[in-house]
Nanobody
Framework: VQLQASGGGLVQAGGSLRLSCAGS????????MGWFRQAPGKEREFVAT????????SYADSVKGRFTISRNNAKNTVYLQMNTLKPEDTATYYC?????????????????WGQGTLVTVSS
């Protein structure tokens, strides 16, 4: 599975962005996906995960109620809709895929990673 993330940019606090992660490979539709982020000087952290069908999702407490993960398997794409953005959401966001169908929150659970896309939220 190869992954390509896009959609990052500069936005004011309170604004919205939608990240996309396009995947290639025949197994994309059968694997769980996740979004992680890494702020400067900090460790990478879990943001959201979705199972193979889109029927199960999980979020970090810091983004719950503001971010929504979804997927369109017909387009081999996973999305992260980010609303009510805060300056502390500033980070490079990474999408990842794991070889299993179920969600997971640890970065060690994921086998494939896309390049990051930078999100900057100004105050």
């Amino acid at each position: 599975v190869q992954l390509q993330a896009s959609g990052g940019g500069l936005v004011q606090a309170g604004g919205s962005l939608r990240l996309s992660c396009a995947g290639s490979g025949r197994t994309f539709n059968s694997v769980a996906m996740g979004w992680f982020r890494q702020a400067p000087g900090k460790e990478r952290e879990f943001v959201a995960t979705i199972n193979w069908s889109g029927g199960s999702t999980s979020y970090a407490d810091s983004v719950k109620g503001r971010f929504t993960i979804s997927r369109n398997n017909a387009k081999n794409t996973v999305y992260l809709q980010m609303n009510t953005l805060k300056p502390e959401d500033t980070a490079t966001y990474y999408c990842a895929a794991r070889r299993y169908t179920l969600t997971a929150t640890g970065d060690y659970d994921y086998d494939y990673w896309g390049q990051g896309t930078l999100v900057t939220v100004s105050s």
